[in-house]
């Protein structure tokens, strides 16, 4: 990859957006006739060339099952996996290595910690905290570890800017709130919520934090130390990375604790006809032949994010959406559904009179990729007395000049739907 140089002129870092999207050839397409706009990175982004020829290296190169083989390809592969868990660690500013397990993604990582610390330590009258603004994802595994153990899920509610309303998450908290589980930053709102205070709260409480940060990690500096999570949840395909692979981090103590997930290969130490004994951190939580390509290559898109830095990445985003916000509000009869103050660059919004689904469809004729419905959230979109939103999510590779074209899209549709 070209290194990419960021202009560093006192408070400001400009990058050169020109140079970056030259790396991520899916962009330089026709789609419906018109150059692709692609404002769906919420849902996934875009992968740049350093993991796609990370991928195809992998399978030309260095290709074996992990961990267990003594032959050179094997133990390319075992040194290419666990150098993404390194990568990783340093990512996310985990203690130790083993406190990072991969899984498929965020979905499996709470899946995980619901069937493993939860079936482990949450009884009957038990209380779990999720918040209004959750993914189903981070709602339906505790309402399943509810089900099965007569646990009870509580929601803390949040303000019409679509914020925590942390007065309120206090309340909720007592000596039977055994976990909270909230999302770092909303996938539907693009709200960011203090997940410091959040844990700080809970831990007054003795209770566990989980933080969903499927959303986070592609745009703010993680820090799982700094905050305090005792777990964490990452997917490589919202950051750059391929499907498929992603995360949990959780506190070294705690994953010990816990017991395993899954039985299979790899996580253990011994079997025998009667039983088994567990293998040690990491290996415990994964059971079974890894994705291990996708692994490999998910070092390469942090690695990318690295170069760029979070700092450039974010100033970027915000100023893109500082720029689509006060375009879109300029339309009529357009409502922004999410205005926290601190936010990412997701732009939710209805436009009145107008189903969501007629206004994706006909922007998609148009070339320009947005995402409509209930983004995973229909709690929230109940909760805020709509079917869903319309949700244009920028990554660092887009530009002003796309967002005008959406703008000119919007008031194109506009015009023949309302
Ligand atoms: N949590 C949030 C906030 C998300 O946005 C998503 C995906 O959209 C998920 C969880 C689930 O992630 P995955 O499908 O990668 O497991």
Redesign the pocket.
């Known amino acids: 990859m070209e290194a990419i140089k960021i202009k560093n002129i006192t408070k400001e870092i400009k990058l050169d957006i020109n140079k970056i999207r030259k790396d991520f050839p899916i962009l330089h397409q026709d789609v419906n006739g018109k150059s692709l706009v692609y404002f769906d990175n919420?849902?996934t982004t875009q992968k740049p060339l350093v993991v796609i020829n990370g991928l195809d290296d992998y399978y030309k190169g260095i290709n074996a099952n992990i961990h267990r083989g003594i032959h050179t390809l094997a133990e390319r592969a075992t040194a290419s996996f666990e150098a993404t868990r390194d990568s990783l660690k340093t990512f996310i500013n985990a203690k130790h290595r083993e406190e990072v397990i991969f899984t498929?993604?965020?979905?499996?990582s709470?899946n995980l910690v619901a069937a493993t610390f939860g079936r482990q330590n949450i009884k009957a009258g038990d209380e779990i905290l999720i918040s209004s603004m959750?993914?189903h994802?981070?709602i339906v595994p505790w309402h399943m570890l509810a089900a099965e153990k007569g646990a009870v899920v509580k929601i803390i509610p949040i303000n019409e800017q679509g914020e925590i309303i942390l007065e309120e998450y206090e309340k909720l908290l007592s000596s039977k709130t055994k976990l909270v589980a909230v999302?770092h930053?909303?996938?539907a709102l693009g709200t960011i919520n203090p997940v410091k205070t959040i844990i700080e709260l809970a831990h007054k409480h003795g209770a566990k934090v989980l933080i969903?940060g499927?959303?986070s990690s592609s745009h703010l500096d993680i820090d799982v130390q700094a905050i305090g999570a005792d777990f964490f949840?990452l997917?490589g395909?919202?950051m750059y990375g391929p499907?498929g692979i992603?995360i949990l981090y959780g506190k070294k103590e705690l994953l010990e604790a816990m017991p395993p997930y899954q039985g299979g290969g790899e996580m253990i130490g011994e079997v025998t006809y009667t039983g088994f004994t567990v293998n040690e951190l990491p290996y415990k939580f994964e059971a079974g032949t890894p994705n291990i390509a996708d692994a490999v290559a998910l070092k390469y898109a942090i690695e990318y994010i690295q170069s760029i830095g979070k700092a450039a990445i974010r100033k970027h985003e915000n100023d893109l959406l500082s720029y689509a916000t006060k375009s879109i509000s300029q339309l009529e009869g357009i409502r922004l559904i999410g205005t926290a103050k601190e936010k990412v660059s997701i732009l939710s919004f209805v436009m009145e009179g107008v189903h969501h689904q007629d206004l994706g469809i006909l922007l998609d004729q148009n070339g320009i990729a947005i995402r409509t419905g209930h983004?995973?959230t229909q709690p929230l979109m109940n909760r805020l007395g709509i079917s869903g939103t319309s949700r244009a999510s920028f990554a660092l590779y887009n530009t002003t000049e796309e967002i005008d074209i959406f703008i000119e899209g919007m008031k194109k549709a506009s015009k023949m739907l309302r």
């Open positions: 919420a849902a498929r993604g965020t979905t499996e709470i959750e993914h994802s981070n999302v930053v909303s996938n969903d499927a959303q949840a997917s395909h919202k499907t992603g983004h995973c």
